[in-house]
């Protein structure tokens, strides 16, 4: 059977990833970054099914290694400086691990083995300031953070490597995905879980930034068969992956408040600590290239998706506190 790399496996995707490609009875290899804590959470119920290395996106001579060792068929790059605030604040690191580091995994492919096929975590966060609605691949992309740029260099540069060395490199342009595993401070989770711990009496109230903001947002587990999609296809090709719906933080709020009987204006305060320098104000897909030619459909509406979250922060915060 086919061997995978998976770089992020301890991240939201990384986890839905490893979890279809071993039910494809892929040998599942996850590169995980050193820490003096483990950060292995998401990835608790395979960990004894695929096989965890160490390596860093830092690190040019660690990539070789593990390209050498393991000889993966199928390299998926997920790891990154994912959180767009942070951005701001290490824009110097941002630009390290989530630009240049998909330079350097595509340099040990390119040298270990350049059959190697190979799928980058491009972003929507890389047409920030819309240039046309609904945005499609080839939208022209007008970043709005540092990390948006480091996208736009991740994105070009796989493409370049395709065109310059033939390699089979891919780019999924991912609209917002979301799901029980995402992380919290992101803003979906960060809303389910204080839905989850103002119904259940630990807090009173929730600080939010921009709530006009619109996002498309998805379920993770369908976009992972996207990403997997993508690399089984005759020639390399870009797509967006998107619902083509969109909604405001608002109305996010309205639903996972209202799932449980609460009135979201009686607890969010708008907090000027979560507005951003410069912000995205709307995003919305065109994912109709990767339907007709993937097959792909995202299969969880918003309504579902947000009832999901919100019910497994009910169950995990009632965990906490028994
Ligand atoms: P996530 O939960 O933040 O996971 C990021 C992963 O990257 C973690 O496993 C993290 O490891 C790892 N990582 C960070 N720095 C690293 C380094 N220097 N070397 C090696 N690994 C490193 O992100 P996600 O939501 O799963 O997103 C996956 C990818 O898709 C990211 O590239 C993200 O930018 C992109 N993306 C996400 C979305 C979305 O809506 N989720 C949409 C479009 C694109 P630790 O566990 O050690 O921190
Ligand atoms: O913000 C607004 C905020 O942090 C969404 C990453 O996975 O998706 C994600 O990036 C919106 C923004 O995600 C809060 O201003 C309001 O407009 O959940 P988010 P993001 O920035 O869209 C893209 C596609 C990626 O590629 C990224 O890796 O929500 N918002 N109040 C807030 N956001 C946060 N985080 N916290 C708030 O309190």
Redesign the pocket.
């Known amino acids: 059977m086919p061997t995978a790399l998976i770089t992020g496996i301890t991240g939201q995707d990384g986890s839905y990833l490893a979890d279809f490609l071993l039910s494809k009875d892929y040998t599942v290899i996850g590169m995980v970054r050193r820490s003096s804590t483990v950060t292995f959470e998401r990835i608790k119920h395979i960990q004894d099914e695929i096989t965890i290395i160490q390596g860093d996106l830092h690190d040019q001579s660690s990539l070789v290694d593990v390209m050498e060792e393991y000889r993966p068929e199928e390299v998926y790059n997920l790891a990154a400086q994912?959180f767009?605030?942070t951005s701001w604040n290490q824009p110097v690191l941002t630009g390290e691990v989530t630009a240049l580091g998909v330079t350097r995994l595509l340099e040990a492919i390119r040298h270990v083995n350049p059959k190697t096929r190979f799928y980058q975590a491009s972003?929507?966060?890389m047409f920030g300031k819309v240039r046309e609605v609904p945005q499609r691949e080839t939208t022209p992309f007008y970043p709005r953070s540092p990390?948006g740029v480091a996208k736009v260099y991740a994105h070009w540069i796989t493409v370049n490597y395709r065109e310059s060395y033939d390699l089979f490199s891919v780019s999924g342009i991912?609209?917002?995905h979301e799901s029980p595993r995402r992380g919290l401070?992101?803003?979906?989770r960060?809303i389910t879980n204080g839905v989850a711990r103002i119904k259940l009496g630990l807090t009173k109230e929730l600080h939010?930034?921009?709530?006009e903001?619109q996002?498309d947002w998805g379920f993770a587990g369908d976009y992972v068969e996207g990403m997997w999609l993508m690399l089984q296809q005759e020639q390399p090709r870009d797509y967006v992956l998107g619902t083509g719906q969109t909604h405001a933080?608002r109305e996010f709020c309205e639903a996972a408040f209202g799932y449980v009987g609460l009135d979201y204006r009686d607890y969010v305060i708008q907090d000027p600590r979560?507005y951003?320098p410069a912000?995205?104000d709307l995003l919305v897909a065109d994912p109709s290239k990767a339907k007709r030619e993937l097959n792909w459909i995202p299969k969880f509406s918003f309504t579902e998706l947000v009832q999901l979250m919100v019910d497994a922060d009910l169950k995990l915060v009632a965990k906490d506190i028994s």
């Open positions: 994912s767009v605030p972003s929507s966060e990390y991912l609209f917002n401070e992101f803003v979906t960060k939010l930034g921009n709530l903001a996002r933080v979560f951003r912000e995205v």
